[in-house]
Structures are given as C-alpha cells and as structure tokens.
C-alpha cells in the first residue's frame, strides 16, 4: 500500500509563496514520476508540475516561471515551490505518484487560496 500526505496549503495573498511537501511511503518503485495536480471548484483536475526519478521536470504554461517542483534527497519527498502567486492558482493541489504505466497514487489534496 502506498500512502501520499502532503502539507503546506494555506491562503495567501496575490504575489505571495508556499511551499507544498508530499512524502511518500510503502512499497515504491524506484523508477517513477511525482507530481502535482490541481482542482478549482467546477474545474477538471489539471497537471502543475512533474518531476521523474531521474530529476527531468515538466510545468504547465499557466505556472512555468512561477512554480518550481524538486525532489527531496531521499527521492520519496516532492516539493512545489509557488511564486508569485495568482488568485487563479486557487484550488485544491493533489500529489501524485506513478511507475511502470499503470500504477498509479493520490494524496488527500491540500487547499491554497490566494485571496487579498
């Protein structure tokens, strides 16, 4: 079983930063991608950022520049770095994890808010 518990979220002003962490736990292929998706109310879930095992990265438009996703040094743990924060990047941010194609894992999602 692999569980995903991330941390961070919170409300912040336009221009503001968070951290977002997810550390990840059980049986884990050493070979995967961690990422970071994000829902808005009545919006589809949407990719932010992924990061491989290998440290290639990939950002969405809306967020490249802003948003940088890195890797802890155990490689279980993700981080998203969000700069310059917009009240379009409200909504619920999900960690993800994945390997071999097929197997796939969420986190519980964390809320950021960026409200004046």
């Known amino acids: 079983q692999v569980q995903l518990v991330e941390s961070g979220g919170g409300l912040v002003q336009p221009g503001g930063s968070l951290r977002l962490s997810c550390a990840a736990s059980?049986?884990?292929?050493?070979?995967?991608?961690m990422g970071w998706y994000r829902q808005a109310p009545g919006k589809q879930r949407e990719l932010v950022a992924t990061?491989?095992?290998?440290?290639?990265?990939n950002y969405a438009d809306s967020v490249k520049g802003r948003f940088t996703i890195s890797r802890g040094n155990a490689k279980t743990t993700v981080y998203l770095h969000m700069d310059s924060l917009k009240p379009e990047d409200t909504a619920v941010y999900y960690c993800?994890?994945?390997?071999?194609?097929?197997?796939?894992?969420w986190g519980q999602g964390t809320q950021v808010t960026v409200s004046s």
């Open positions: 059980g049986s884990i292929f050493s070979i995967n991608t």
């Open positions: 990061i491989t095992s290998g440290s290639s990265t």
């Open positions: 993800h994890i994945s390997w071999l194609g097929s197997m796939n894992y």
